[in-house]
């Protein structure tokens, strides 16, 4: 069964071009260490909630928009190998120097699959 982690990050607005390419230039490590399909996307409609949501769970500033992504691999395994080659190469550890948000407030998970249609 497919494995999927998803990431919720805060962006600020005037960088969208910027993260775009740096989302796009990731993909090709990513696929390398093992994901099977990389998906992010812009904020577009993303309401505030009365308890709580996807903004606060960023802490979002004003000027920031919510970007939600995920990664498909082919097994929680796969993914949990491609995490330690991640932390090891320094094509990674240049990409994180240059992140275009503020990647201490991004959130991110590993979920397995219960419907997948």
Do not use: Q
Not at 10 to 25: M, T
Not at 39 to 65: L, M
Not at 92 to 101: A, C, L, N, R, V
């Amino acid at each position: 069964m497919k494995y999927v982690e998803g990431f919720v990050a805060a962006v600020p607005a005037a960088n969208k071009e910027v993260y775009r390419k740096h989302a796009a230039d990731a993909v090709p490590l990513f696929k390398e260490f093992g994901a099977t399909r990389v998906v992010e996307c812009w904020g577009d409609d993303v309401p505030d909630g009365k308890v709580t949501d996807f903004r606060r769970a960023v802490k979002a500033e004003e000027g920031e928009v919510v970007v939600f992504s995920w990664f498909e691999y082919p097994s929680k395994e796969v993914r949990d190998a491609a995490h330690a080659k991640m932390m090891s190469d320094l094509r990674m550890k240049e990409m994180g120097s240059t992140m275009p948000f503020d990647g201490k407030r991004m959130i991110f998970g590993g979920f397995a699959p219960i419907v997948d249609m």
